[in-house]
């Protein structure tokens, strides 16, 4: 995401994040790394991967971001759900497992890996994107 507002395709980059009160060190890694701004949605509950759909949906219809990014898959969980609720729930295009994203000209292209080689898909924005880890490089905080 913050790639992408670094070549002007986008304006700005919310992380966000659903859960506990600790949380706030994965968000504050996002903005040391470049996010904009950043929002805990705090819930003291395990929270299943449709109630996250839920709560993003909310924000989604707040914000009104032209891409949503998640990951492919949650870490407490593993469970590679939310992305694709969330769609479903705002009625979004979606593409799953993006390995390369080009946006231009209100539409994304996402390139993704798929048994027996490679699948190219084109959306129209707003969507939802989740990523494969082979989508770029991570970057580290430096002081």
Sequence with gaps: ???????????EVIAVSAGVTQCQETLRTALAIGAD????????EDLQPLAV???????????????????????????????QMLAALANLPQA??????VVADGKATVSRE????????SLTLPAVI???LRLNEPRYVTL
């Design 1 to 11: 995401a913050v790639r992408l507002r670094e070549a002007g395709v986008a304006t």
């Design 37 to 44: 701004r950043a929002i805990l949605i705090e819930s003291g």
């Design 53 to 83: 759909a839920k709560l993003l949906k909310a924000l989604v219809d707040k914000e009104q971001p032209q891409l949503v990014i998640l990951g492919k898959q949650a870490i407490d969980d593993d469970s590679n759900q939310t992305g």
């Design 96 to 101: 799953t497992f993006a390995s390369k994203v």
């Design 114 to 121: 798929v048994d027996g080689g490679a699948e190219t898909l």
């Design 130 to 132: 989740t990523t494969d």
